[in-house]
């Protein structure tokens, strides 16, 4: 099964043409993004009004996933990545939410590497590679 959370840095290489970040989401069975990451996208200070356009699109199309103290799974899992790992909240939030679904983050940043064999990872070259 091909499900894929999205992290912030996917998103703003998906948007500027990452051809192999483009091919997951041609083959995935569901695609995810937290509240977390659309926050930090649509915080970025160099973003059009067309490409804020082209992104609510974008997000309409799959899951927003949202941070919930209903979702004890997700909390527990959170906060066990925190005091283990030491992860900034936003960070320990998009792993707990990767793992409490069944997806692989699509990420380029290094730190979550060392969170496995719990989170599975799919790393991108940054700068449209395929």
């Not at 091909?2 to 500027?16: E, G, H, S």
């Not at 083959?27 to 659309?38: K, M």
């Not at 900034?88 to 060392?114: C, E, M, Q, W």
């Amino acid at each position: 099964m091909n499900r894929y959370l999205l992290d912030t840095n996917a998103l703003i290489a998906f948007f500027q043409g990452n051809h192999r970040i483009s091919r997951m989401i041609q083959q995935a069975t569901w695609i995810g993004v937290s509240i977390i990451s659309v926050i930090e996208f649509l915080s970025y200070e160099k973003l059009t009004d067309q490409n804020k356009q082209i992104f609510h699109e974008f997000i309409a199309g799959i899951d927003c996933l949202n941070v919930e103290a209903s979702n004890q799974p997700m909390i527990q899992e959170c906060i066990r990545l925190r005091q283990q790992y030491g992860l900034k909240l936003p960070d320990a939030l998009i792993a707990a939410l990767a793992i409490t679904t069944g997806a692989d983050l699509v990420t380029a940043d290094a730190k979550f590497n060392r969170l496995s064999p719990g989170l599975r990872i799919q790393n991108f070259q940054v700068g449209g590679q395929p």
